[in-house]
């Protein structure tokens, strides 16, 4: 890996005679003993995409907060186009032309698309106009860019890449000429990801001005003409994305060399620990989601399942761990049968060496108003080593959750912090280590480096390489086909509850799997490459 | 037939303070604000009402002084629970031990009748109100009983009761503001982020709560009975509240489950004392409890989950 | 913002009964009496003396177990409303019990008594956790209908069943003066004639249970995550059903203890509707407490001093009744619990500005940097 | 000074525990005595009420209510010197209690007889706040007495709640008395202390008659209300004070009946133009058959259970 550019060109502030969209001066904002944004200047040219990259809790989504009036920096100026503004609240940033996409989605889960598109926008004390301008102007807005969403539906029934078409159309509808985006790849598959840059390209082109938050250098790279790096709480360099690299991003926010790339030697696969014949899975609606899956992995290798989120992926890794029960099919671990019976079939796989990384680390994996030390210890509490009888140990469940600190390098190294105090990134290692440091025979992990800064993402990777180095079966489900492709020893695209083909990360390309993964079955996917060489 | 229209006719009355405090409810919890306090808002009204009536001889005046003071109290709670991030459910308790302490404490010294208010009578009270043609078509076969009988000879409060279940359904659904009320209940972010005052709008429900609760007070001190007497809200608070989880916090099953509600106590009145064909004399305290098991069995056999709106009995913090 | 530790759990409470009583004080001006008197008598009624103390005690006692039925569930996140109906078909447990072993000596008595108290309350409150873990229905709802239904159920009982031929009011048959639970005046002469008996101890007894059973079990440990995050309790393979029914049942035996201190103890035999609010009386504990039961002792311990302190004011001052006493009791509930940020935000600022000013007295240099 | 200390339902209840208030009052008015009284909130106050009030030498300290029973006798043992009165039940054991009870099912057999004449429906109901010993013995009285007139009346009886808290339900009371309207009823005779203010509301606008219980409540409709079954726990309150300032306290036990005027039917300027000379002729009569024993009123706390 190149040691960080020298001779990078800086660009600070765009260049004179550039018209700025926004200028943020001094900002500063405090959360009780958090300094989240220190002293922080900030130009953005119009028509621009500027990106922001960061550790996570470094302070990018507080900023632009502020520039959307949704939190009140302690002191600082803010100057949109050119002229100094107060933001008191969204209202005003609104009316500013500011729109902002969220981190977390700021949408009404039971209301339809065009119910969360109008609120706040609607133009009459009666629904009814402002639904009907709106169905004219949604229709608009998806034949000039593309963002098609079905305006009926109820958000809670769409797939998270639609929820943020909505979100985008709410901020297009309400007139934005800044859009902010905050993370908004997290969750979107690379299909999705390009085609929201090539909307975002075309509103750049229509002069409008882009903010661009993410973790992935990739997108930083391929889309924003200037970049900020961010860290605790200040910008610590901005730079043209031209004369910038990964490398050197990275480096500038974690402040260390960063690998980028995962390494690991060839795989040596043991015997078959997880065998799964013909699953048959529901969802809480009775929906089937997978309609009969077969898969195995073996001791040693890391079986990749690739596909697009919403094809079956929550249900297997549910299924898998025990918290749903199959309609029919098998699940055998170390070739004893393990299909979950009840809803406390999750505690016996545990002990049964099953460990399991869920997708969603706030809403399952982890009690975030429990300390640190609790979750050390969820789905393992009833260890004996962790009280005997009825009673729970709590200075063994300290100790443990001691080691997993400094295994994993969780900061702040504190077990008796609020765990909602952590960084995403750090609340991940705190699964991650709870997961791992059991010494399972078989790991099920989700989408383990979901909003996760880079300096935690070679983190993880590692700790899974080391893992399956160690003899342990892994079973990997991620959207993120880079990372699928870069940790797997074997590749199975799910799709509409059925596993569509199966690939070899060293020789499949991109394509292959981007078509497997829109339901082209493998056979339909050698002739379309026939069909265009 | 006749028996059948007397025990509606009594369902009708028996709901229609439950029907206006569940509305009520339905107001504040849609806006994400848990009201237990429904109880001594009942309470606080009917007294306030049957003070300025009593005093006044004016029950329009009386109206106006319950829907006062529950606004008072739902001004507490906002105060409490919007602007303070307290607990609702103790504001609401609070209110309760407020209203049973203070309407007698009143009372008594204003009065002194132990917490009582003098009776009530001509301009001070709410009279059965005959609508038109309803003397007229009294004669006529099944139209008669069922305008003339059901429909006609409530209190204007009984009318505005069931008036205010479409009306509610239209302001839910129908307008910015219901639109709105959803959206604080179910996602407050989101609409801060699209530039709305969260505490406003829930202060907004709250008022209305205050009003149509209010108005269920005086229904009970100025139309069903005649004067205040103490605790006489005696549990309809509740059973409101049980109403809105019931109707899974929507207006016309809130409708349907007051009415359902109040037809068990009718019947329920109607059925003390009475043999039955294979059981025998039944114990009056089995015929009172009735509804209360009806209402259990009903719960878990049909309606299944309830879902509050989801951003219910939290405060909304911007900063943590 | 976090503040010491101190101000948070002694400084914030002590302002808020405080500013509770400023406002009761006005209102006792206004019916023309010295609030300062007022509070002094309740004080002296409370603790003053060997009598009242003796009383103050025996709500205390029963406020406790209330409060800890609410509490336990609510780390559960059950909001358990149905602790006076539970506690009053404890009631039930403890008289059919406390008649038919009558004559045993209490020591023996007493644990038999506490496990058909417990278990018929245990089974009221159990009833909603079932619906609710099996069928979806609310515990709200289903805890109220039951607090009904137990009304109803109850007042058959007693007034048709237990009630004895030679009897005038509607109320068991007595206990035996041997298998009742025995005042503490038996031992504490200072108690003589008060109500207060060996179910205080149990309370504390309860009190540190509940402690251990919440923070220091694994089902404490389950019941929190459960109460905290449903989907993480159920990926951590807990059953959340069964939790929900244990705890239920764990909550309504709780408020079934209200019928050793009353039914076994104070009164000596079950009589109509003796729970008289307490049960509702407990939600305000619970939660003042903050769940906690060291919040809910003191708690409970507060609402005691209100009841009997106020019995005693209304001796004292015959303009001050029982209901400004309640009047009074709800202006401490809003207080100190619904309203308890309100002195915090001036609390917190002052704070902050101490130390603001102790940070600029002490870095004068870094100021003229910025 | 003497001290009076109310039962649950409060000294303004409308009915029991306002009649013993307007008796000390009346004493107050009449000689100048001051008097002490008190509200308790709870079972647990009972004793403690009593103790007080005995502790600072009020004296004698009079207790209306049959659940003062159970304080009373812890504490009259240890103030001998004190002199108490109990209301509605007896407590014969103890040498310094005078018990008082009233033969309510006379009273309520006075008010039945005048309801049978009374009713043009052959229809009449009877509310009581809940199914209780003491209330049924009303009913019972009340039944007797209707049926004495005529056996064939329709009786209907609706309880309005299930605990004590139902005498604080006059909506209720309204709804029930409606309902019992609605069934054909159109005298009606409560139990229900302060809810009856909501059955007598009822009956009023219903243009039916209400009959009234424990205190003379024939004012409340003028017109209305046919009668009251008068309980005179004021004059027992009274002459309690009044023998005890007069040194003629005996501690014995009063049953107070139609014989000694403690209960009855009331009549005054409110009902007069109600009662037909026939129907206050049949009261007379009654009143003699039961004073002399001809007719004897069943009732219903010695077995539980009411005959007709
Ligand atoms: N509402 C809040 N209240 C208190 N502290 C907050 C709040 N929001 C953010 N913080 C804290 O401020 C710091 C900056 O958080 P912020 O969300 O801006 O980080 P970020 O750079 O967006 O991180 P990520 O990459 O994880 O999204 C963090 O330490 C965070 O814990
Ligand atoms: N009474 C009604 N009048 C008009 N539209 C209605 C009515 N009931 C439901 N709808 C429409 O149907 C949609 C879905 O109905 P649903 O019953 O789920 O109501 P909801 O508002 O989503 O309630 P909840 O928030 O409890 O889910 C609503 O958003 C609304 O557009
Ligand atoms: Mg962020
Ligand atoms: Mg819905």
């Known amino acids: ?533 | 037939m006749e028996d059948l229209i007397s025990i509606l006719v009594t369902t009708i009355r028996v709901s229609t303070p439950l029907i206006l405090a569940c509305l009520a409810g339905l107001y504040s919890e849609r806006a994400g604000i848990v009201d237990i306090g429904l109880e001594g808002k009942l309470l606080g009204s009917a007294f306030g009402a049957a003070v300025v009536a009593a005093v006044t001889g004016n029950v329009w005046l009386g109206l106006l002084a319950g829907i006062g003071v529950s606004l008072v109290f739902s001004g507490i709670h906002g105060l409490a629970s919007i602007n303070f991030r307290g607990n609702q459910i103790i504001s609401g308790v609070a209110l309760n031990f407020l209203a049973s302490g203070l309407t007698v404490f009143l009372g008594a010294a204003w009065f002194g009748r132990g917490g009582n208010t003098p009776p009530l009578s001509g301009g001070a009270r709410f009279y059965a109100i005959q609508l038109p043609f309803a003397r007229e078509l009294a004669g006529v076969p099944v139209i008669g009983p069922i305008y003339s009988g059901l429909i006609s000879g409530h209190t204007i409060l009984t009318y505005i009761a069931f008036l205010a279940v479409p009306l509610t359904a239209f302001v839910l659904w129908r307008t910015r503001f219901g639109l709105r009320l959803r959206a604080v209940g179910e996602n407050p972010k989101a609409l801060d982020t699209a530039g709305m005052s969260v505490s406003w709008l829930r202060y907004k429900a709250l008022a209305i709560t205050a009003v149509l609760v209010g108005m269920g007070g005086a229904y009970l001190s100025t139309a069903q009975a005649a004067s205040f007497s103490r605790e006489m809200s005696s549990g309809r608070g509740y059973i409101a509240l049980a109403a809105l989880i019931f109707a899974k916090w929507k207006p016309y099953p809130a409708l349907g489950a007051c009415l359902l509600f109040g037809f068990l106590e009718a019947l329920q009145y109607r059925l003390q004392g009475v043999s039955l064909p294979v059981i025998g004399p039944v114990p009056t305290q089995a015929m009172q409890a009735l509804p209360y098991v009806l209402t259990i069995l009903l719960l878990a056999g049909f309606v299944g989950r309830a879902i509050a709106p989801k951003a219910s009995g939290q405060p909304y913090v911007k900063e943590r | 913002m976090p503040l010491p530790r101190w101000v948070d759990v002694a400084l914030l409470p002590v302002l808020n009964v405080t500013l509770a009583f400023l406002i009761g004080g006005v209102v006792v001006m206004i019916v023309g009496e010295n609030p300062i008197e007022a509070v002094r008598i309740m004080l002296y009624g409370a603790f003053g003396y060997g009598y009242g103390f003796g009383f103050t005690l025996y709500y205390t006692t029963n406020f406790i177990f209330a409060g800890l039925a609410v509490a336990v569930a609510y780390h559960g996140g059950l909001f358990n409303i149905g602790g006076e109906g539970q506690a009053y078909v404890g009631g039930l447990g403890a008289i059919l019990v406390a008649l038919a072993v009558g004559g045993l000596h209490w020591a023996f008595a007493l644990p038999l008594i506490m496990i058909s108290a417990a278990l018929f309350a245990g089974v009221w409150a159990f009833i909603p956790g079932y619906l609710q873990a099996k069928r979806g229905s609310h515990v709200v709802i289903t805890t109220i209908m039951m607090n009904f239904i137990a009304t109803s159920m109850m007042s058959y009982i007693i007034s048709r069943i237990l009630k004895p031929a030679n009897v005038n009011s509607d109320e068991s048959a007595r206990i035996d003066p041997l298998t009742r639970v025995p005042f503490l005046s038996e031992w504490v002469p200072l108690l003589k004639n008060t109500p207060v008996n060996i179910s205080f101890f149990i309370a504390l007894l309860a009190l540190v249970g509940v402690y251990w059973l919440i923070w220091h079990t694994k089902f404490g440990y389950a019941l929190r995550t459960m109460g905290h995050n449903g989907t993480a309790a159920h990926y951590a393979g807990m059953s959340n059903a069964r939790l929900i029914m244990i705890t239920m049942a764990i909550s309504g035996a709780l408020a079934g203890m209200v019928a050793i201190n009353d039914t076994a103890g104070a009164h000596g035999r079950l009589l109509l509707g003796y729970v008289a609010g307490t049960g509702f009386v407990g939600i305000a504990v619970a939660f003042m407490g903050k769940a906690h039961p060291i919040g809910v002792g003191l708690s409970a311990l507060l609402f005691g001093v209100l009841y009997q302190g106020g019995q005693e004011l209304a001796f004292t001052m015959p303009a001050i009744t029982r209901e400004m006493i309640v009047t009074i009791q709800a202006l401490v509930i809003l207080f100190t619990g619904a309203m308890s940020n309100m002195l915090r935000r001036p609390v917190e600022l002052a704070f902050m500005a101490a130390q603001s000013g102790a940070e600029r007295s002490g870095s004068p240099a870094e100021e003229k940097r910025a | 000074d003497p001290a009076l200390v109310y039962d649950g339902g409060g000294k303004f209840d409308a009915s029991f525990n306002e009649s013993a208030y307007n008796g000390a009052e009346q004493f107050k008015a009449d000689t100048g005595q001051d008097y002490q009284d008190l509200e308790i909130s709870g079972d647990a106050q009972r004793e403690q009420a009593i103790r007080q009030f005995a502790a600072r030498g009020n004296n004698p300290i009079v207790l209306p209510g049959f659940s003062w029973e159970t304080a009373l006798r812890s504490v009259a043992a240890d103030f001998p010197d004190t002199s108490f009165l109990i209301i509605d039940t007896v407590v014969d054991d103890l040498d310094n209690v005078r018990s008082v009870v009233f033969k309510e099912h006379e009273g309520s057999f006075l008010v039945g007889v005048l309801a049978a004449m009374a009713t043009e429906t052959g229809t009449i109901g009877f509310i009581p706040a809940f199914d209780f010993s003491l209330l049924q013995s009303f009913g019972c009285g009340y039944k007797q007495g209707a049926r004495y007139i005529d056996p064939d009346v329709q009786i209907i009886e609706t309880a309005i709640g299930t605990g004590f808290d139902a005498f604080n339900n006059p909506g209720g009371g309204t709804e029930v008395a409606l309902s019992q309207i609605d069934r054909g009823a159109d005298v009606i005779y409560h139990a229900a202390g302060g809810a009856g203010v909501g059955v007598l509301q009822a009956a009023a606008d219903s243009g039916v008659l209400g009959i009234g219980v424990d205190s003379n409540q024939n004012h409340l409709h003028p017109g209305s209300v046919l009668t009251s079954m008068i309980k005179r726990v004021d004059v027992a309150v009274y002459n309690a004070f009044e023998d005890f300032a007069n040194d003629t306290w005996t501690n014995d036990v009063q049953v107070l009946g139609l014989a000694e005027d403690g209960v009855g039917a009331a009549f005054d300027d409110n009902n007069a133009s109600l009662i037909t000379d026939e129907m206050r002729a049949a009261v007379d009569d009654a009143t003699a058959k039961i004073i002399s024993g001809e007719v004897v009123v069943h009732d219903y706390r010695t077995d539980e259970s009411c005959p007709v």
């Open chain 1, 1 to 533: 890996m190149d040691a960080v550019q020298s001779d990078h060109t800086r660009r600070p502030v765009p260049a004179a005679g550039e018209s700025l969209a926004i200028e943020l001066r001094k900002i500063n904002k405090r959360f009780g003993p958090v300094h989240a944004n220190k002293d922080i200047d900030l130009a953005v040219a119009r028509g621009t995409i500027h990106g922001i990259v960061g550790e996570n809790g470094a302070g990018k989504s507080t900023l632009m907060s502020i520039l959307y009036g949704f939190y009140h920096a302690d002191s600082g100026e803010i100057v949109v186009g050119g002229a100094p503004v107060t933001i008191h609240n969204s209202s005003d940033a609104l009316r500013l032309g500011i729109g902002m996409v969220h981190q977390h989605f700021m949408l009404v889960d039971n209301f339809t698309v065009l119910e969360n598109v109008i609120l706040g926008a609607e133009d009459s004390a009666l629904l009814k106009p402002s639904v009907d301008k709106a169905r004219r102007e949604l229709q608009r807005l998806a034949d000039d860019y593309g963002l098609n969403v079905p305006v009926d539906a109820v958000i809670e029934d769409l797939s998270v890449g639609q929820q943020q078409r909505v979100e985008i159309l709410k901020a297009l509808y309400r007139g934005a000429d800044i859009l902010i985006l905050d993370e908004p790849t997290g969750v979107l598959t690379p299909a999705e990801a390009d085609h929201l840059f090539r909307v975002l390209r075309t509103l750049r082109e229509e002069g409008k001005t882009i903010i661009l938050i993410t973790h992935k250098l990739r997108e930083i790279m391929a889309i924003t003409d200037t970049v900020s790096v961010m860290r605790q709480g200040q910008i610590v360099e901005t730079l043209a994305t031209a004369s910038t690299s990964p490398e050197q991003l990275a480096e500038l926010m974690v402040g260390r060399r960063v690998l980028l790339r995962v390494h690991k030697e060839e795989a040596k696969p043991g015997a078959v620990l997880l065998d799964v014949k013909d699953l048959v899975v529901a969802d809480d609606l009775g929906t089937e989601r997978l309609k009969g899956v077969s898969l195995h992995v073996r001791a040693g290798e890391i079986l990749g399942i690739a596909g697009v989120a919403g094809n079956g992926q929550s249900e297997l890794l549910e299924a898998l761990s025990g918290m749903r029960a199959a309609k029919s099919g098998t699940i055998r671990l170390n070739g004893e049968d393990v299909t979950a019976v009840n809803d406390e079939s999750a505690a016996l796989l545990r002990h049964k060496g099953l460990a399991h990384v869920p997708e969603d680390r706030i809403r399952m994996g982890l009690v975030t108003n429990f300390y640190e030390w609790e979750n050390a210890i969820l789905g393992y509490h009833d260890l004996p080593k962790y009280g005997k009888g009825l009673s729970l140990d709590v200075k063994a469940a300290r100790a443990e959750a001691q080691r997993h600190i400094e295994k994993f390098d969780i900061r702040p190294a504190n077990t008796d912090l609020k765990t909602a105090n952590f960084s995403g990134g750090n609340q991940q290692k705190i699964v991650l280590a709870r997961e791992m440091e059991r010494d399972p025979d078989v790991l099920i992990v989700g989408q383990p480096t979901r909003g996760v800064d880079i300096g935690a993402i070679e983190f993880i990777h590692n700790q899974i390489i080391k893992m399956r180095d160690a003899g342990k079966a892994i079973l990997l489900v991620s959207v993120e086909l880079d990372e699928i492709r870069a940790l797997s020893d074997r590749i199975v695209v799910l799709f509409d509850g059925h596993i569509v083909g199966e690939a070899d990360p060293r020789t499949a390309d991109e394509g292959e799997l981007g078509l497997l993964m829109a339901g082209v079955s493998q056979k339909g996917a050698a002739q379309s490459s026939e069909a265009n060489p």
